[in-house]
């Protein structure tokens, strides 16, 4: 089973930007659709955004479109996420995981997350 860890996130001020790293365990990465989702405190997990294997189709929810951005380098078997005008409401734990879709029961694999705070 790929094993996917998770990396890059902080403490930044609303404004700033950050970038998350989810780095894969398999070459089979390069095969794979990826997806990123948040969870704040209180809250159900949510979508975030996802990416095709071949990082040429994208979705992102609408709280973040326009802000984000889902990009993929499959020779480093990596999946990153621009943030960039991060709101106090961006602060969650991030996760990635191995999959297609809005819902976290079209993902598996999924790695155990990077906390992003945002401060106002």
């Known amino acids: 089973q790929v094993q996917l860890v998770e990396s890059g996130g902080g403490l930044v001020q609303a404004g700033g930007s950050l970038r998350l790293s989810c780095a894969a365990s398999?070459?089979?990465?390069?095969?794979?659709?990826m997806g990123w989702f948040r969870q704040a405190p209180g809250k159900e997990r949510e979508f975030v955004a996802c990416?095709?294997?071949?990082?040429?189709?994208?979705w992102y929810a609408d709280s973040v479109k326009g802000r984000f951005t889902i990009s993929r380098d499959n020779a480093k078997n990596t999946v990153y996420l621009q943030m960039n005008s991060l709101k106090p409401e961006d602060t969650a734990v991030y996760s990635c995981?191995?999959?297609?879709?809005?819902?976290?029961?079209?993902?598996?694999?999924w790695g155990q997350g990077t906390q992003v705070t945002v401060s106002s």
């Open positions: 398999e070459r089979t990465f390069s095969t794979s659709d």
């Open positions: 990416i095709n294997w071949g990082g040429t189709i994208t």
């Open positions: 995981a191995r999959g297609w879709g809005k819902k976290t029961e079209d993902y598996g694999s």
